[in-house]
C-alpha cells in the first residue's frame, strides 16, 4: 500500500509507542492539571502540528541534517530545554491562576500561547527527528521509488494515533483542575508542582545525549 509494509505492525508498534510516557505526556499533563480541560487539549494540538512539521522534514529528508551535525542536534536541544525551562518558571511564578473562583475555565488561560508552546516543545526535540527517520523507514519498500508518500502516511498515522491518545489524557488530567479549581491554595500548589516538573524536564532534555 503506497510503498508500505507491515502496515499493521506499524499500527500497533506506534499505539504501544504513544501510550509510553515520555516528554509530550508530561507536558500534556501538567498543562492539563494545572490550566484545565482547554490548556490540555491545545497543548495536544500543538504536539500534533510539531509532529507533523517533523513527518514533513524527515519526509523531504531535511531531519537527516541532525543525524549529520552534532552542532545543529545540540543547538535544537539546548534551545528546547532553555523553552522547557522558560514555560516552568512561568507557571512557578504566575499569578494570575490564583483568581480561578471569578474565572470559569480557559479565561485566565492564553489558548493560543498554550498551542505555540505544544508546537515548539516537540519541534524543538531533536530526539522526536532522530525517532522519525530511524523509525518510519523500517515500514517503507525499499524497492520504492518514491518514499515520500510512504514516509507521510506512516507519520500522518503515528500522529493520528498519539493525538487520539493525548486527547483521552488531557481530558482526564483535566478532572483533577475541575476539582481543585474551587480552592486557590490548592490551585496554586498544582500550577507550581507541575512547573517545577516542566523545569526538571528542561534539565533532563538539556543534560540527554543523542543516543
Not at 168 to 192: D, E, G, P, R
Request: aromatic share 10%.
Amino acid at each position: 500500500m503506497y510503498g508500505i509494509i507491515n502496515y499493521e505492525t506499524f499500527l500497533l508498534t506506534g499505539i504501544l509507542l504513544n501510550i509510553t510516557p515520555g516528554n509530550d505526556t508530561i507536558f500534556i499533563l501538567s498543562k492539563s492539571m494545572a490550566q484545565g480541560k482547554k490548556a490540555g487539549i491545545m497543548s495536544v494540538l500543538g504536539i500534533a502540528s510539531g509532529s507533523v512539521i517533523h513527518t514533513v522534514l524527515a519526509a523531504f529528508g531535511l531531519s537527516i541534517i541532525i543525524t549529520k551535525s552534532i552542532l545543529v542536534f545540540n543547538i535544537i536541544k539546548y534551545a528546547g530545554a532553555l523553552y522547557l525551562l522558560y514555560i516552568g518558571y512561568k507557571m512557578l511564578t504566575d499569578k494570575s491562576s490564583l483568581n480561578t473562583n471569578s474565572l470559569s475555565e480557559g479565561e485566565s488561560v492564553n489558548l493560543k500561547k498554550i498551542y505555540r508552546d505544544g508546537v515548539i516543545t516537540n519541534v524543538l526535540n531533536p530526539k522526536v527527528a532522530l525517532f522519525f527517520i530511524a523509525f518510519l523507514p523500517q515500514f517503507i519498500n525499499p524497492a520504492s521509488h518514491n518514499t515520500v508518500i510512504p514516509f507521510l502516511t506512516l507519520g500522518i498515522t503515528f500522529t493520528c494515533t498519539g493525538l487520539i491518545w493525548s486527547l483521552i489524557l488531557a481530558n482526564s488530567a483535566s478532572l483533577i483542575f475541575a476539582k481543585l479549581k474551587s480552592s486557590k491554595k490548592l490551585t496554586n500548589y498544582v500550577n507550581k508542582t507541575c512547573g517545577a516538573v516542566l523545569i526538571a524536564l528542561g534539565l533532563k532534555v538539556a543534560f540527554s545525549s543523542r543516543n
